[in-house]
Nanobody, 117 residues
C-alpha cells in the first residue's frame, strides 16, 4: 500500500499563488506517475498535471503557463506551484500516484483550494 498526504491548500485571492505538496510513503512502485487532479462541485474529477518518475510532464490546457509541477524523488514528494489563480481553479485537489507497470493506483484525501474573485 501507498499513503499520500497532501498539504498547502487554502483560501487565496484571484491572481495569487499557492503551493501544494504531496508526500508518498509505503510500498512505492519504482516506476510511477504522480499527479494532481481536481474536482469542483458538480463537476467530474479532472487531471491538472502529472509527472513521471523519469521526468515526463503533462498539463491540462487550462493551467498551462500558470501551474508548475515538480517532484523530489529522494523525498517521494510532488509539488504543484499554482500562480495567477482564477476563481475557476476553486476545487478539491487530489494527489494521485499510479504505477507504470501493473495497475496500482492511489489517492490522497484531497485538499481544498478556494480562489476568491
Amino acid at each position: 500500500q501507498v499513503q499520500l498526504v497532501e498539504s498547502g491548500g487554502g483560501l487565496v485571492q484571484a491572481g495569487g499563488s499557492l503551493r501544494l505538496s504531496c508526500a508518498a510513503s509505503g510500498n512505492i512502485p519504482s516506476s510511477n506517475v504522480m499527479g494532481w487532479y481536481r474536482q469542483a462541485p458538480g463537476k467530474q474529477r479532472e487531471l491538472v498535471a502529472g509527472i513521471s518518475s523519469g521526468g515526463t510532464i503533462n498539463y491540462a490546457n487550462s493551467v498551462k503557463g500558470r501551474f508548475t509541477i515538480s517532484r523530489d524523488n529522494a523525498k517521494n514528494t510532488v509539488y504543484l506551484q499554482m500562480n495567477s489563480l482564477k476563481s475557476e481553479d476553486t476545487a478539491v485537489y487530489y494527489c494521485n500516484m499510479r504505477s507504470l507497470v501493473g495497475v496500482r493506483n492511489y489517492w490522497g484525501q484531497g485538499t481544498q483550494v478556494t480562489v476568491s474573485a
